[in-house]
């Protein structure tokens, strides 16, 4: 049997699935070879991933045909920063100025884009507040480099979830709207207010999902413009 039984989940993971968890609900259920972090009382599975979704990728393919499915995916869109001692006491608390968006779910999503048309597969981002728990000081690995310590991830409260049942969805994720067409990754990068990576995500993801399509070049810089009969929507999702 294979999957993340309860010994191998974090406290974020376990709250989530707390948080989802509704009556009739089973939480670590075996399903053929596998193990499903919550079944609901209507038969849809449930899945929570905290990180990327690569791991998922075996699971969907035995079950994502006979199943209806559903990814939920935390998004610390606030946090704060909580440094412990070595038994727990609570050394210092402060609000990081870092916030996510329900943007950042491209950076997952690039690992199976195309699945988003599956008619059984729901992907739901979760925007939450949580602590990030660490240490009392920056930790040193063996060679005595100083390393940033990613602590664990502890749920304070879901703020509001977007869903994605299909294609288009995504498109209300950005935050903002598409350059005109047709447009390069900066200029895409340069209206979400993100990196030219998650640009590069974004822009992968929705050209498999058919929202895209590519439009020659500007020099060496390939362009993208939204493909025929996708509607660009107005109004977007912030986060």
Wanted: glycine share 12%; aromatic share 2%.
């Amino acid at each position: 049997m294979t999957g993340i039984g309860t010994l191998a989940e974090g406290p974020l993971h376990a709250a989530v699935k707390e948080w989802l968890s509704g009556p009739g609900d089973r939480t670590e259920v075996p399903v053929g070879r596998w193990v499903v972090d919550l079944v609901r009382a209507d038969g849809e599975l449930v899945e929570v991933q905290t990180g990327g979704f690569g791991p998922l990728g075996p699971k969907l393919d035995a079950l994502l045909d006979g199943h209806r499915m559903r990814i939920v995916h935390p998004v610390p869109a606030e946090r704060r920063i909580v440094r412990v001692d070595a038994d727990g006491v609570v050394l210092s608390e402060r609000r990081s100025p870092k916030r996510g968006a329900a943007l950042e779910v491209f950076d997952r999503l690039v690992t199976f884009p195309s699945l988003l048309g599956h008619p059984n597969l729901v992907v739901e981002v979760l925007m939450c507040r949580e602590d990030h728990v660490r240490g009392p000081a920056p930790v040193r690995s063996r060679s005595g480099r100083r390393t940033r310590d990613p602590g664990t991830r502890h749920l304070g409260e879901v703020l509001g979830s977007h869903e994605l049942r299909e294609p288009v969805d995504a498109l209300g994720l950005l935050g903002a709207p598409l350059p005109a067409d047709p447009f390069t990754t900066a200029e895409l990068a340069a209206q979400l207010g993100t990196t030219t990576l998650l640009a590069q995500r974004v822009t992968y993801c929705l050209r498999l999902m058919e929202l895209l399509e590519p439009a020659g070049k500007r020099g060496r810089a390939p362009l993208h413009r939204v493909a025929p009969g996708v509607a660009r929507p107005v109004g977007m999702l912030g986060a």
